[in-house]
Each structure stands twice: as C-alpha cells, then as structure tokens.
C-alpha cells in the first residue's frame, strides 16, 4: 500500500532549464513533507521540507509547493544544473509517527 | 562530525547464515531507524528506537532484531539470512520525531545468495 506515490521514474531537463518533480499522497494525516537527494552508492540527504500549513517553501535553488486539497506536492529546481542529476525521493510523516514514508523515487538527469 | 556510519559497505550471505549490520552517529541523535531499499522502490522501515534502551517495529520487521545499549550505536541483526533480504541498508538518526529531517548513512549492500 503505497501512501506516497512518485509517477515519473525518471525526467531529463536540460541545463539551465526548470525540472519539475511529483509527489501524490493518499494519507490526510500526512503533515510534512520532505525531498530526499540520493547519488549512486550513498545514503539519501536532506534538500527541502514543508509542514502542511504552508504551501510553499524556498531553499535557493529548490521551491516545495504543497497543494493539501489535492494532496500533491512538487519541487521545482530552477536553474538545473548537471550535478543535480541523481535520484529525488518524496517522504511525508505523520505528527504521530516515526516513520518517514518514502515514494519510490525519480531519476532526474540534467544534461549540457 | 562523522555524521551516520554504516558497516560493512557490502556483505554477500548465504542463506541460513546470520550477520550483525553495524551503526553508528556521533550527533548525539536520540531517535535512530533502520530501513530496506528494494531495487526500484522507496525505503521501507524495520526498526527504529526512540533512545537508548527502546526500539519498536517499523513496517518490515519480519526476520531482523535491533537493540540499543547506547546513545550512538543501533545494530541490525539478521538471525537466518534469507533471499529476500537482499536489499540496500540504510541506518539513519534524527534528533526528535518525524519533524525533524532524518540523517542516513551510505548504506550496506548485502546479497543472499
């Protein structure tokens, strides 16, 4: 029973241009959200989270935007960059839980 | 800062055969998790521990214990190495609960063959 849902398994931006990643959640006591990073052979690192009563947050380079009616969520890299390429995971968790619930990733590659 | 460290990096079983999957953290983290990633899917939880002394199951504890002596280490342990625990091993630790972001380690590869 996948509660968080990644439709893309992958997406291939040029340099310079916007990528645009997916999230769908099924599970309405979901109340925050995060974007994992992973490259090959490491573990996955932290890029940007959002609590459900915002509807967006900025780092940079990297917007979150929430959509709770919907329940989706996306994140925007603008400009991509080559060294953004590697797999991006969604997870959301519950304020009652511990787990972190992980969509099955997009592998997002970035060409010149 | 080591951050999260996870050995070994890679381990080949064969079935039957156990093995302990080592973790570490030196952020003084209180809650620490152990997860599986299948090729191609997300990251599924088998244990965690809310601090030394107490763990709990996660969503696939079948076939693993975990235990919690210190603050720093949370041990996997794998009793009969089954095919299907073929995975990726991600260790990772957070300072509190899900709000917090969760460190992971680089992972441990192990194939049961």
């Known amino acids: 029973d996948q509660q968080v849902k990644q439709n893309s398994p992958s997406l291939s931006v040029q340099e310079g241009r916007i990528s645009i990643l997916n999230c769908d959640y099924t599970n309405s006591m979901f109340d925050y959200f995060l974007w994992y990073k992973k490259y090959p052979a490491e573990g996955p690192t932290f890029l940007i989270s959002i609590s459900s009563i915002k509807d967006k947050n900025e780092d940079g380079r990297f917007t979150v935007f929430l959509n709770k009616s919907a329940k989706h969520l996306s994140l925007h890299i603008v400009p991509s960059q080559p060294g953004d390429s590697a797999v991006y995971f969604c997870a959301a968790s519950a304020h009652s839980g511990y787990a972190l619930n992980f969509g099955k990733g997009t592998s997002l590659l970035v060409t010149p | 800062n080591a951050g999260v460290t996870q050995t070994p990096k890679f381990r080949i079983l064969k079935i039957g055969q156990s093995m302990t999957l080592q973790c570490a953290q030196d952020m003084n983290h209180n809650y620490m998790y152990w997860y599986r990633q299948d090729p191609g899917m997300g990251l599924k939880l088998i244990y965690y521990?809310?601090?030394?002394?107490?763990?709990d199951k996660g969503e696939v504890p079948n076939g693993y214990n975990v235990s919690r002596s210190t603050t720093e280490d949370f041990p996997l342990r794998l009793e009969l190495a089954a095919p299907s625990q073929t995975s990726v091993y991600f260790c990772a630790s957070s300072f509190d609960r899900s709000y917090n972001e969760q460190f992971f380690g680089p992972g441990t590869r192990l194939t049961v063959l």
């Open positions: 521990s809310v601090g030394a002394g107490i763990t």
